[in-house]
């Protein structure tokens, strides 16, 4: 089992990867300014489930061949990055005026849960962290899959907090929105940071 000093020592470390603005962590800074905080943590549920499953393939091994192939890699890198810089060029393009319209529906945080799922399942940095990361702090000599999951529960309440913070971030600077001239802006600022994330990740190797 995992020791309580090794489980001490993780949560600081990834509370720090959880914490760091991300594309994830973006996503939910805009997403709380214009729809409000309880929206972006429902939303957040989707980035949650994609590294819940990132966790449980990295736990079974199946992280470490993805890590390992270059052209999975690749692959991911792409398509995450792609995925990224079109959300940012929607954002940057959008109207202000479109930003008025709160709904706050089933479909309207599902639609915001499911873009969160798909920026955090995309990113091949996360696999690396969770094949990379992780087993510094596991004992050979213990159950390895018990030890994953425990990290990887630890990993996911800490996820919770970033989401958390930014969520509670952005619905603070939530009055910027309440000015065309103020979404206009904060939709270029937070386009143009995701379209740089996914240049970025484009441009990442392994």
């Known amino acids: ?41 429902l939303a957040g549920i989707g980035r949650l489930s994609a590294f819940a499953i990132l966790i449980a393939l990295c736990g079974l091994g199946l992280g470490t061949l993805l890590a390992a192939s270059e052209t999975y890699f690749i692959l991911l890198k792409w398509v995450g990055g792609i995925y990224l810089i079109y959300i940012g060029l929607r954002m940057v393009l959008s109207k202000p005026a479109d930003q008025h319209l709160r709904q706050t529906h089933h479909l309207e945080w599902g639609q915001l849960a499911r873009q969160d799922f798909l920026v955090a399942i995309t990113n091949p940095k996360a696999i690396i962290i969770f094949t990379a990361f992780f087993p510094q702090f596991l004992k050979e000599s213990e159950p390895v899959f018990l030890q994953f999951t425990l990290l990887g ?13 930014y969520a509670f971030a952005g619905a603070y600077l939530s009055h910027l929105v309440r000015s065309a001239r103020g979404q206009k802006w904060l939709n270029r600022g937070s386009g143009v940071a995701l379209i740089s994330a996914g240049l970025f990740l484009t441009a990442a190797r392994r």
Not at 12 to 33: D, E, F, I, Q, R
Request: charged residues 0%.
């Open 153 to 165: 529960i630890t990993f996911l309440l800490l996820q919770l907090i970033a989401i958390s913070s």
């Open 1 to 41: 089992m995992l020791s309580i000093q090794t489980w001490l020592l993780f949560i600081p470390a990834a509370l720090a990867l959880a914490v760091y603005p991300g594309p994830n962590n973006l996503l939910a800074l805009s997403t709380a300014a214009k729809q409000g905080f309880i929206i972006t943590i």
